[in-house]
C-alpha cells in the first residue's frame, strides 16, 4: 500500500520569513495530492491539493509542487504570520483506492 | 446537515468494554471515512465506505475494530474489548456532493480513553 513519509515534524519560523514542508510517497500509480491544516484543538481542512497532471499550483501565500519523478511533493508558506501555526498533513491516493493516505503531519510555528 | 456530526464527543470506558461512536455524514456526500489520531501524531486510516460498494476495511488494526454504514448515511465505529492502546481521537469525514469527490470534510472527533 501507499507509504507518506513528511518532514519535518517541526518547524519554527519568523513572522515573515517562508516555511516548506516536504512530503514522499511510495506508490507510483498516486495521482492526488492534498494537503491539510489542523488548528489546535480543531478539525482538519483542506488548505490545497495538487494532481499529477500539474507541476505546481498556487493560491495566494501558499503554493504546492510536485515532482512524480522523485515522488515527492512540497508544501511552500510565503509571509508567514501567526495564524498559520497548526500542524499540516500532506495526503497521497491512487485512482485504484478512495481513501487518502497521510503523512505523520509537521507542526508549524510562526513566531510574532 | 450543515457539517459533519460525530458523537459521544469524549467517552471515558474501562478496560475490555466495548464503544460505538457514531458518524453522521453531510448529506449527499456518498463517501464516508473513519480515520484514527493518537496524541501528536498523524491520521491513521482505519475504514472507508463508498455508496454501496463493499468497503474497504484494510486499515482496521485487529478484529476488534468493526464499522457499518446504514442506509448510505449513518456510520458506526465499534470497538470490542476495548485497549488501552485504543486510546485516540476517532475522526470521521464525509466527501462528494457539490464538494467534489476528493475533499474530505472532518467532523470534530471522539475522543476515547481507556483506562
Do not use: M
Not at chain 1, 81 to 104: I, K, M
Not at chain 2, 70 to 93: F, H, K, M, N, W
Amino acid at each position: 500500500g501507499e507509504n507518506v513519509e513528511q518532514h519535518p515534524s517541526t518547524l519554527s519560523v519568523q513572522e515573515g520569513d517562508s516555511a516548506v514542508i516536504k512530503c514522499t510517497y511510495s506508490d507510483s500509480a498516486s495521482n492526488y495530492f492534498p494537503w491539510y491544516k489542523q488548528e489546535l484543538g480543531k478539525r482538519p481542512q483542506l488548505i490545497i491539493d495538487i494532481r499529477s497532471n500539474v507541476g505546481e499550483k498556487k493560491d495566494q501565500r501558499i503554493a504546492v509542487t510536485l515532482n512524480k519523478t522523485a515522488k515527492h511533493f512540497s508544501l511552500h508558506i510565503t509571509e508567514t504570520q501567526p495564524e498559520d501555526s497548526a500542524v499540516y498533513f500532506c495526503a497521497a491516493r491512487n485512482t485504484g483506492r478512495r481513501a487518502l493516505t497521510f503523512g505523520s503531519g509537521t507542526r508549524l510555528q510562526v513566531q510574532p | 446537515g450543515a457539517g459533519v456530526s460525530q458523537s459521544p464527543s469524549n467517552k471515558v470506558t474501562e478496560k475490555g468494554k466495548d464503544v460505538e461512536l457514531r458518524c453522521d455524514p453531510i448529506s449527499g456526500h456518498t463517501a464516508l471515512y473513519w480515520y484514527r489520531q493518537s496524541l501528536g501524531q498523524g491520521l491513521e486510516f482505519l475504514i472507508y465506505f463508498q455508496g454501496n460498494s463493499a468497503p474497504d476495511k484494510s486499515g482496521l488494526p485487529s478484529d476488534r475494530f468493526s464499522a457499518e454504514r446504514t442506509g448510505g448515511s449513518v456510520s458506526t465505529l465499534t470497538i470490542q474489548r476495548t485497549q488501552q492502546e485504543d486510546s485516540a481521537v476517532y475522526l470521521c469525514a464525509s466527501s462528494g456532493g457539490s464538494g467534489g469527490a476528493n475533499v474530505l470534510t472532518f467532523g470534530a472527533g471522539s475522543r476515547l480513553t481507556v483506562l
